[in-house]
């Protein structure tokens, strides 16, 4: 065969191949994985223009559990750096989500007038697209749209899911972020990616496959820049592998797991993954700051095999009925504090100004590469956050004042000056805002 007609027999078959895995009425038990490699004798590398996965056979399965860790060996074996993914299985089996979740019908009677944030299918981070509606508008439509629930789990379905026993104490308890809401007909694909926070992704209906690679081998994967955010992903199509322009991959070594309802994966930080749904799928995530250390000193107090929803413990960013924004992928709001007071020690000032904030908004906010500068403008837009912050209105905040912040004003200075880690709501963190 001559090489022009072998790469539009293997473009030819590429095709058929993604067709298959992702055509619309593929069902969960349809579609075999992880993927068996398929020989070349055409003279192009095995994979060539192939989903991801098929350049190399993978180094195993993640490692699985058929109970979840105590927290503390949770964190000694799995997260603390270097990080290293695991699954539970049945972890969140006694979720009433597990069982009443499998029906529109009941999403749509309980929850249909909570608002939702609705994005493509097929993921694409460098043209994201995404609406805001009620979940009964997506139900009613998402078969026959290309639509995709991925938004902060509206706060009344928290009493439906369950936290596994590793979050139950320490840091993770009083480290969680946010929970998120995942719901799609099928036929679902992200980017190859990596998040900044910790993960624990649970399934309570159908089916989900994951490819998983180690952060290390970020620079064989075609990165994007991810300017200053603390996720990022790869330019790199995973439906059809290019392996000449992406040649490396079939170098890199990664495992897999396939969920099923009721099981968990942890995804830690940094750690890239790829994952593809075919029929209808619901899931819940939890994420969490990643930390240093592991203060146990509340574990041994703690009943951590008591049945706890995801209601009974604090999340920093929630959704509830009528607000104005819903907020994914910011950073823990005592991050924030503590930037703001390095901030202060670093410039050793005995007090915090507009000026000191403008430092932290245009490292977060301004284009180096584009040389963008701080104007007056944004100098106002700089004051007017400041004055969210400044209660007595007397220009500055002292070191005891910070450590003072309540909560919200956090929360809200820290939408209007950090990117989001990840998608964001309708006008959040906008000049709107103020």
């Not at 202060?344 to 904030?357: A, H």
Request: glycine residues 6%; proline residues 6%.
């Amino acid at each position: 065969m001559s090489p022009i007609k072998a790469v539009l027999f293997w473009t030819f078959i590429s095709v058929l191949c993604v067709d298959a895995i992702f055509a619309k009425d593929v069902g969960d038990d349809d579609v075999p994985f992880p993927p068996t490699l398929q020989p070349s004798d055409s003279g192009l590398l095995v994979g060539h223009l192939l989903p991801l996965g098929y350049q190399r056979e993978p180094e195993g399965p993640v490692k699985e559990y058929t109970q979840p860790l105590a927290p503390t060996e949770f964190w000694e074996q799995h997260a603390r750096d270097p990080y290293v993914p695991l699954v539970y299985r049945q972890a969140i089996a006694k979720a009433p989500a597990v069982t009443n979740w499998q029906s529109d019908e009941y999403i749509r009677e309980k929850y249909g007038d909570l608002d939702v944030l609705v994005e493509k299918k097929i993921e694409d981070r460098m043209n994201p697209v995404r609406l805001r509606m009620p979940l009964s508008e997506f139900l009613d439509n998402y078969h026959d749209k290309q639509w995709y629930v991925v938004s902060l789990l509206p706060d009344p379905m928290r009493a439906e899911m369950q936290v596994p026993r590793s979050l139950l104490c320490g840091n993770f308890k009083d480290s969680i972020l946010e929970s998120n809401l995942w719901l799609s007909s099928g036929g679902t694909r992200s980017v190859l990616h990596y998040d900044a926070d910790h993960n624990l992704h649970c399934l309570i209906s159908g089916r989900k496959d994951f490819i998983m690679i180690p952060n290390k081998y970020g620079d064989k994967l075609d990165l994007a820049d991810n300017k200053k955010s603390g996720s990022g992903f790869t330019h790199m199509n995973v439906d059809k592998v290019d392996l000449v322009k992406n040649p490396e991959v079939s170098e890199v070594p990664w495992t897999w797991a396939t969920l099923q309802p009721g099981d968990c994966i942890f995804i830690s930080s940094r750690y890239f993954h790829q994952v593809r749904s075919y029929g209808r799928s619901v899931a819940a995530t939890i994420m969490w700051d990643p930390f240093r250390e592991f203060n146990d000193s509340d574990c041994a107090t703690r009943d951590i095999d008591k049945y706890t929803a995801l209601s009974d413990v604090r999340l920093q960013w929630t959704y509830k009925k009528g607000d104005k924004v819903i907020d994914m992928g910011y950073i823990n709001v005592e991050t924030m504090r503590n930037i703001l007071l390095n901030e202060m020690e670093d410039e050793e000032l005995d007090k915090f100004t507009p000026e000191v904030l403008s430092i932290i908004y245009a490292y977060n906010l301004l284009d180096e590469e584009e040389d963008e500068q701080l104007g007056e403008e944004d100098m106002e837009y700089v004051r007017k956050v400041f004055s969210l912050m400044d209660k007595d209105q007397k220009g500055y905040l002292t070191e005891e004042e910070l450590r003072g912040l309540d909560i919200e004003t956090l929360k809200l200075v820290t939408r209007l000056i950090e990117p989001a880690h990840g998608p964001i709501g309708e006008n959040t963190g906008s000049r709107d805002e103020l």
